[in-house]
């Protein structure tokens, strides 16, 4: 989802996850795939092992935790473009989730959201 912060106006993008409960993460970073220390080797040697290495990356250390193939349409659009993920997950409610679109990779750091941390003041 994106919304738009109303205090500096840019667009702060985030992901709800529905489990046991209700989890928000915002992503707060951007980054690209070398500076998390994988190579296209590593995510391959992932999808058909279903297992890896702790990631290092700003001081800690991110356990894998998954990967699996999900299907995007932006809103208006008739087709699903597929995307692979990887997940990695740290302490304090950080991940890093890699997507692979095709061969185009993007890397975000998010964050969870305690509650009370968001608040929606209009929609």
């Known amino acids: ?7 500096d106006e840019t667009d702060i993008f985030f992901e709800v996850e529905v489990d046991d409960g209700v ?3 915002l992503t707060d970073k951007e980054m690209k795939l070398k500076s998390v220390g994988i190579t296209r080797a ?4 992932i999808k058909s092992e279903d297992d890896f290495d702790d990631i290092r990356y700003d001081g800690a250390d991110y356990e894998y935790e998954d ?3 999900a299907r995007f349409r932006r809103k208006g659009d008739a087709d699903w473009t597929p ?8 302490s304090k409610g950080r ?8 061969g185009q990779f993007e890397v975000f750091h998010s964050t969870k959201l305690s509650k ?4 929606i003041v209009s929609i």
């Open 42 to 45: 590593d995510l391959d040697e």
């Open 67 to 69: 990967n699996y193939q």
């Open 95 to 102: 991940s890093i989730t890699i997507e692979d679109w095709d």
């Open 83 to 90: 995307v692979y993920l990887y997940e990695f997950e740290a």
């Open 1 to 7: 989802f994106k919304l738009l912060n109303l205090v």
């Open 116 to 119: 009370g941390r968001l608040e």
């Open 23 to 25: 989890e928000v993460y």
